[in-house]
């Protein structure tokens, strides 16, 4: 079954500290890959996409994310976290077996500490 | 990217009403989404609206209870029927951009509230 996993609930960093979100999925192949970002009371943000070619994807906000094939992972990173990035992050991918629905993880708050 | 509009933004209702939600995009669009987020709760698909077709709903919904139109390829709504407390989230819509590959932009969502 198609599935996408965001271990952590919840992650607290320091402002200034660098961040990782993890994001495994679960898939026969490779899928198209999204980060999306939520703010309090907002939609969805799309942060970046992998679909092929270069594995280090960059997005914006200062955010880039990594695809390992071998991993089934797609971990999402920032060098220097701002206050602002304070959000719900969500792991999506999508795939030819899901008609190329979002399949949506569960979602990993992060919160910044001054 | 499409620009995504929604009315209402949030809304109170008393329980057993109906409330219907618009989504505007700026572009034309043949993909629109519709997604409930529970609260607390990632996003779960509700439906999937093309122009000139019935929407396709996803298991778990159905059309009596969440009826959608999709007169033309910038608008849709989605109605919430004979609502309960359990149907308190926040509803979004999205568009797809780049045909076939997932990729979607939603707008601001509908905070609702049924009491």
């Known amino acids: 079954a198609q599935s996408v996993t965001q271990p952590d609930i919840h992650i607290t960093v320091s402002e200034g500290a660098s961040l990782e979100l993890r994001c495994n999925y679960s898939?026969?192949?490779?899928?198209?890959l999204f980060w999306y970002v939520q703010s309090p009371g907002q939609g969805l943000q799309l942060l970046l996409k992998y679909f092929s070619g270069d594995t280090l994807v960059q997005g914006i906000k200062g955010f880039e994310a990594e695809f390992k094939r071998s991993q089934s992972s797609f971990n999402l990173r920032k060098p220097s976290v701002h206050w602002s990035d304070a959000a719900e992050y969500f792991c999506a991918f999508s795939s030819m077996d899901s008609s190329y629905k979002l399949i949506f993880g569960s979602g990993t708050r992060l919160l910044v500490r001054p | 990217s499409a620009v995504i509009s929604q009315k209402p933004s949030r809304d109170i209702c008393q329980r057993g009403t109906s409330l219907t939600i618009q989504c505007q995009v700026d572009?034309?669009?043949?993909?629109m989404f519709w997604y409930r987020q529970q609260p607390g709760q990632s996003l779960t698909l509700i439906a999937t609206?093309?122009?000139?077709?019935?929407?396709?709903?996803e298991s778990g919904f159905v059309i009596d209870k969440f009826p959608i139109s999709r007169p033309n390829l910038t608008f849709s709504t989605l109605t919430v029927s004979n609502m309960s407390p359990e149907d308190s989230s926040i509803y979004l819509c999205?568009?797809?951009?780049?045909?076939?590959?997932?990729?979607?932009?939603f707008g601001p969502g509908t905070r609702l509230t049924v009491t």
């Open positions: 609206a093309n122009q000139g077709s019935e929407a396709t709903y």
């Open positions: 572009s034309q669009v043949t993909m």
């Open positions: 999205s568009v797809e951009e780049g045909r076939g590959s997932g990729e979607q932009y």
């Open positions: 898939y026969g192949a490779t899928p198209y």
